[in-house]
């Protein structure tokens, strides 16, 4: 079962990499005209795993590190994604993650002056640990989660006063020749799943995704997907809000059509326990990358982002990575991005509502996201829409009160849609414009009699 790599550079059906979310393939598939609760297939009851982080195979790194930006340049000015999010708003109101631990499963998380690690987590990579990103991905993960303020630059993190627990599970770097893949699967990812809800992690951040074809995931031979899905029901169970990336089309991601999907999306898929994130651009549409399914919930910021630099001894902060197969700058981009925003913003909520469970938690980022239309309110490719994280902290979520949801938010009209004419209501209209026209004419015909009437009588009296 192939994990899905987002830098272009590994050969289809290698073992779980990190989610790069560089290139962009295929057009956006429509909504869903009608749509059905989506439910993977049941799974053999089991207890979830245990153990630490143990892949099996022999892995050597096939180059260095990723090393921090050399000219010292930093990004000074706030980026699109957090003005148009405005959980700023949150900080001055003293919601900033204080006392919160965020499990990133990642690639490692890097040291950063303005991360706060705490200094556990574990690592299935041989070598420096879990503070060791030598892909870059999780310390830009963690970033966008926890990063503290700072008078060099606008770039803040949703959560700045959280702690991130780092859980490396994962490295495109590392490769076992033998077995050709890299680290990582859906053995390891469930390991750190249940290692993260043991240490006591309140929000599960995922930006990585196991892609498999419906058949491959259904047979689930290893059964490696069964404890994934163990150790996802598990955490949530205790309260944990464990969000995935969507997943970008690359490799062995692939498009899924409308209410048929092809491809499973892992952890995704496990949509009852997940709370899964697609990616949108800076004029809110749906990026083109973004792998559409049943199981997406919402969406967030997933292009041209701004980062902590996650380069090794990095300071600063980057809008480019060294992304192309040269070594040549590019965007930072993905939902690997996206999810980590929705991460922060559970943080927040669990720390202004310390009694709603995950299922509450989960929910509330759902029914106050900008609707983008469909069925429900929801499609499958943005599901319930753009998060809006002051509506999510400031709104009353009438589920959780026992009462029934409010409707959902009204959207504009999706440029592929073209509106029907309701003929009934035409056919009232017109009914009405022409009994107000005969009216008008009746009117002004007995008008005129009258006063001709009157001329007559009025020339008979002169003569």
């Known amino acids: 079962m192939g994990f899905n790599s ?3 550079a590994l050969r289809r059906g290698m073992a ?3 989610v790069l979310g560089i290139t962009a393939l295929g057009p956006v598939q429509p909504a869903l005209a009608d749509e059905t ?31 921090a930006n050399s000219s010292g340049a930093s990004v000074v000015e706030k980026p699109w994604s957090q003005l148009t999010l405005g959980f700023e708003r949150a900080h001055s109101e003293g919601l900033t993650g204080q006392g919160a631990t965020v499990a990133v499963i990642d690639t490692g998380v890097n040291e950063h002056p303005r991360l706060k690690l705490t200094g556990g987590g574990g690592s299935a990579v041989p070598d420096g640990g879990a503070n060791r990103d030598c892909d870059g991905h999780g310390t830009v993960v963690a970033g966008i989660i926890a990063a503290a303020p700072s008078p060099d630059t606008g770039f803040v993190g949703v959560a700045p006063d959280s702690q991130i627990m780092s859980i490396r599970q994962s490295s495109a770097l590392f490769q076992d020749k033998q077995q050709n893949k890299t680290i990582g699967d859906t053995r390891t990812m469930a390991q750190a799943v249940q290692y993260a809800t043991d240490q006591g ?31 996802v029901k598990n955490a949530y169970d205790k309260g944990v809000v464990v969000v995935a990336a969507a997943g970008n089309t690359q490799d062995s991601c692939q ?12 952890p995704a898929w496990f949509d009852e326990y997940v709370l899964t994130v697609a990616s949108v651009g800076q004029q809110g549409q749906a990026s083109e990358f973004t792998v559409p399914g049943p199981w997406v919930d919402v969406a967030a910021p997933g292009e041209d982002l701004t980062a902590l630099d996650p380069g090794s001894g990095g300071t600063g902060v980057v809008n480019q990575l060294a992304t192309g197969p040269q070594g040549e700058p590019g965007p930072i981009q ?38 983008p239309g469909g069925p429900n309110g929801r499609n499958d490719i943005l599901g319930h829409g753009m998060i ?44 009405g414009a022409l009994g107000g026209i005969g009216a008008v004419l009746f009117t002004a015909f007995l008008i005129n009699a009258v006063r001709t009437v009157r001329a007559r009588r009025a020339g008979g009296d002169d003569d």
């Not at 993977?40 to 990723?66: F, H, I, R």
């Not at 309140?202 to 290893?222: H, L, P």
């Not at 909520?349 to 980022?365: C, G, H, S």
């Open 6 to 8: 987002r830098n272009g």
């Open 16 to 18: 779980l990499v990190a």
């Open 37 to 67: 609760e989506f439910q993977p297939p049941p799974l053999v009851p089991d207890a979830p795993p245990t153990g630490p982080l143990s892949p099996s195979g022999n892995y050597e790194p096939t180059q260095g590190c990723m090393q």
């Open 201 to 231: 992690a309140s929000v599960i951040n995922i930006s990585q995704s196991s892609c498999q074809t419906m058949a491959a995931a259904m047979a689930d031979g290893g059964g490696h997907n069964n404890r994934l899905h163990n150790a």
């Open 255 to 266: 498009k899924n059509p409308p209410g048929n999907p092809v491809t499973a999306v892992l």
């Open 334 to 371: 993905g939902t690997s991005f996206a999810a980590p925003y929705v991460s922060g913003l559970a943080v927040l909520i669990k720390q202004k509502f310390p009694e709603l469970t995950a299922k509450q938690v989960m929910d509330r980022i759902e029914q106050t996201s900008l609707s």
């Open 388 to 431: 809006d994280p002051m509506a999510a902290l400031s709104d009353v979520v009438p589920a959780e009160h026992g009462a029934q949801p409010a409707p959902a938010k009204p959207a504009r009209l999706g440029a592929d849609v073209i509106p029907q004419p309701d003929w009934a209501a035409m056919t009232v209209a017109f009914g």
